[in-house]
């Protein structure tokens, strides 16, 4: 989410944003909110784990509780760092371990030089090469993925 954000105020204002770290949605709360300025647009996002947490959050939306222009779903508790990809540990280390994992990774994100998806060469080129810009009709094609209901 906060990688999407980045990019989204970035193509939204044409600048970057100051502060790109997004702690609201980050840790293990299973509903992590945030309220976004972007230029003259204010975003409402949400980040939910678990998959349990994400019927009670579609009931509310549905129900006019809430309301969000971008929801990030996540499988398991912290996302993908408390995955099922993730090294076996003893059961009383869990907490510890996943703590340190996300601590580990933010550290990283912020000693990166390039932090934001626009600022990287490599997507640059793939886009001017390739692409086009992104929404474009083929990166849109090649990026963008819908799903139907499937008759049974």
């Not at 499988?75 to 993908?80: A, I, P, S």
């Amino acid at each position: 989410m906060e990688a999407t954000i980045r990019t989204a105020y970035h193509l939204i204002t044409g600048k970057h944003l100051r502060n790109i770290n997004i702690k609201e949605v980050r840790g293990y709360n299973s509903l992590k909110e945030a309220t976004i300025k972007m230029g003259d647009i204010t975003l409402n996002v949400a980040a939910v784990d678990e998959m349990a947490n994400v019927k009670p959050l579609l009931e509310d939306i549905k129900n006019g509780k809430c309301k969000y222009d971008f929801i990030e779903v996540m499988n398991c508790r912290g996302g993908c760092i408390g995955g099922g990809g993730q090294p076996y540990h003893k059961i009383n280390e869990e907490e510890y371990i996943k703590a340190k994992r996300m601590a580990s990774l933010y550290e990283k994100d912020a000693n990166m030089k390039i932090r934001c998806a626009y600022s990287n060469p490599s997507v640059q080129r793939i886009y001017k090469n390739y692409l086009g810009k992104p929404l474009s009709e083929l990166s849109e094609s090649l990026l963008h993925r819908t799903y139907n209901i499937k008759k049974k």
